[in-house]
């Protein structure tokens, strides 16, 4: 009897191992990153990559569409296993989930109103100034510490924040760079950028605190991806204008 009970949980943790579906949790509203294509479909970097890290570990991969305030509590609840939503690492956030090894590089920088008389960072933070910031994002608490002078504004979608940017009701949205750089680039008739990040950041995979061992498998893969060129292979698929566009104005590229 116990040499059966022994066999038959070998036999379950060989299913967990390899069987168990791998749930990612990401907000699919983020295009080239995380959104849905015409078919209805997630698609984009954020899901490409978790398609390789479901082959890396067989594991299949259900893609789960959360918002992206939601993202951090469905993790520590258990609903999903990890994040993979171009989520940067903050102190704040470590002290709720644990992240792997970077696996991006990016910064926060402004897309202003074309007449804005802003140009960099340094002149927002004063009275009449008014600053959009996504909620939930390391713009929103940037504007939280450093920007007590200015009015900020916390909207829930990225194209709030951006129409008013457009419509002149603020000054200057605080974001990432490709996405400034994108949104720039659909609206050149009313907004301008300033791509120097001014604040650097890290892209990471959210995982659940203390869950070493999916840890270790991430920053395996992390580090087995970049070396065979997998990130390179992403960028030259979906960002090659913004990678050429970088290059010229001498901003380093996220991957």
């Known amino acids: 009897m116990k040499i059966l009970i022994l066999i038959l949980l070998f036999q379950l943790s060989s299913l967990s191992a390899s069987g ?23 698609c984009g970097i954020s899901v490409d990559i978790a398609t390789a890290l479901g082959k ?7 893609i789960q569409n959360i918002s992206f305030t939601g993202l951090i509590p469905s993790l520590k609840n258990g609903n999903i296993d990890t994040i993979i939503s171009s989520l940067t690492i903050t102190e704040q956030r470590k002290k709720a989930i644990d992240f792997s090894i970077p696996y991006a590089t990016t910064g926060l920088c402004l897309l202003l109103n074309i007449h804005s008389e802003i140009s960099d960072i340094d002149q927002t933070n004063k009275q009449g100034v008014v600053i959009v910031v996504k909620s939930g994002t390391s713009g929103e608490l940037y504007a939280s510490q450093h920007l007590q002078k200015a009015t900020v504004r916390v909207l829930d979608k990225e194209s ?3 129409l008013e940017v457009i419509q002149g009701k ?9 996405s400034v750089f994108t949104n720039w680039k659909k609206n050149p008739d009313t907004t301008k950028v300033n791509l120097t990040a001014f604040q650097k950041e ?10 070493t061992e999916l840890t270790g498998q991430i920053n395996q893969f992390i580090e087995k991806f970049r070396n065979e060129g997998g990130f390179d292979k992403l960028a030259d698929k979906y960002l090659p204008e913004q990678k050429k566009a970088f290059k010229e104005m001498g901003v380093p590229f996220v991957f």
Request: charged share 20%; glycine share 6%.
């Open 202 to 211: 890290y892209w990471a995979f959210g995982i659940r605190k203390d869950n």
């Open 56 to 62: 890396y570990l067989d594991r299949p991969v259900q």
């Open 170 to 178: 603020a000054n200057a949205f605080i974001y990432d760079q490709l």
């Open 20 to 42: 168990l579906p791998l749930r990612v949790g990401m907000e699919l509203s983020y295009p080239p990153f995380e959104t849905v294509c015409n078919d209805g479909k997630p």
């Open 160 to 162: 709030s924040c951006v």
